[in-house]
């Protein structure tokens, strides 16, 4: 059985994504400055480019996982794979759907498809929409984790390429955050999408850890269930072990 | 465009940030059925090894 524990540190990582969620709040709301062109609807880019940001690294990191399963074969690389994977598509629709508020009240548009910048964002969030079809499609554990490790290797490394082609592309409207000129922030702006993107980076760490404890927990009772079922003496003693450890919601009394 | 009045602008500020919030308490939402779910096995399994040990004893 896998010893790997998923759910280590992760209270640790929650406190912190709570505190500094908070403090990004207290910073975009009490500290930053309203934008000079845009004005108070600039706020929605503090919520809006760390959800982008962080998704966009998700699927690279993704990628990473896959390589790491393809090498190694070790189940637990492709479920943290899927698990950034998805947790990426959950960023992915906050980012479409903040951005479409964002673009209503600035450009008065919902959506504009002459914008590089967004299309390629709704490309590579419909691309990993099929990895969900592509996955549940595969019967064999091993082969559809080896095929979905293969898809995170190529559409991860799809990511950078189409993040190269967007910023050689001419942008029309959409403005540039990262750039090699600093992205023309004023320091509070810039103090705060900084505390902004690292809060967001420990939010997403923190629910893939969530996911992954919750996946790994499961799994682990499933095959505590089939030892039961199959071999009585030896799941029996795995159960009571399981049960007696403190702080479970339920114990075997003796 | 020129910049949104305060009032107007306010709204679509709200309305960014609530679908954030939203999604998160969905997300949080299922991830406590998962565990309810989790905890109903394992006091399934809980009562068989218990029923186990009585069969052996």
Redesign the interface.
């Known amino acids: 059985m896998d010893d790997t524990l998923f759910g280590k540190g992760l209270r640790a990582l929650a406190i912190a994504s709570v505190l500094l969620l908070g403090a990004a709040i207290a910073l975009v709301f009490f500290y930053a400055p309203n934008d000079a062109d845009q004005g108070f609807i600039q706020k929605i880019f503090y919520v809006h480019v760390p959800l982008a940001i962080v998704a966009l690294v998700g699927f690279v990191v993704a990628a990473g996982f896959g390589i790491a399963h393809l090498r190694s074969r070790e189940q637990k690389w492709d479920q943290a794979s899927y698990v950034t994977i998805h947790m990426s598509i959950i960023f992915g629709v906050a980012v479409l759907v903040t951005g479409s508020i964002w673009a209503k009240g600035s450009w008065g548009k919902w959506w504009v498809w002459d914008e590089p910048t967004l299309v390629s964002f709704l490309i590579v969030f419909l691309l990993y929409v099929t990895y969900y079809p592509l996955r549940y499609s595969i019967e064999d554990r091993d082969r559809r984790a080896r095929y979905s490790s293969a898809f995170a290797i190529t559409a991860g490394a799809f990511v950078p390429v189409n993040f190269i082609a967007v910023r050689l592309s001419e942008s029309l409207i959409h403005p540039r955050v990262l750039s090699t000129t600093g992205g023309h922030m004023p320091g509070e702006m810039r103090l705060t999408f900084i505390v902004s993107l690292v809060a967001m980076a420990l939010l997403y760490a923190t629910l893939v850890k969530v996911e992954l404890a919750s996946k790994h927990a499961r799994m682990q009772l499933r095959a505590l269930r089939r030892a039961l079922e199959d071999e009585p003496a030896e799941g029996a003693a795995m159960a009571t072990a399981l049960a007696t450890v403190p702080a479970r919601p339920v114990s075997v009394p003796d | 465009?020129p910049?949104?009045?305060?009032d107007?602008?306010?709204k679509?500020?709200a309305?960014?940030?609530g679908?954030?919030v939203v999604?998160l308490l969905v997300?949080v939402a299922i991830?406590a059925t998962?565990?309810q779910?989790?905890?109903r096995?394992?006091?399934l399994?809980?009562r068989?090894?218990?029923k186990?040990?009585t069969?052996?004893t």
Do not use: D, H, N, S
Not at chain 2, 3 to 6: C, D, I, V
């Open positions: 465009m910049a949104l009045p305060l107007e602008a306010g679509y500020v309305g960014a940030y679908v954030f999604l997300y991830m998962k565990l779910r989790i905890e096995e394992l006091q399994l809980t068989l090894a218990e186990r040990r069969e052996r």
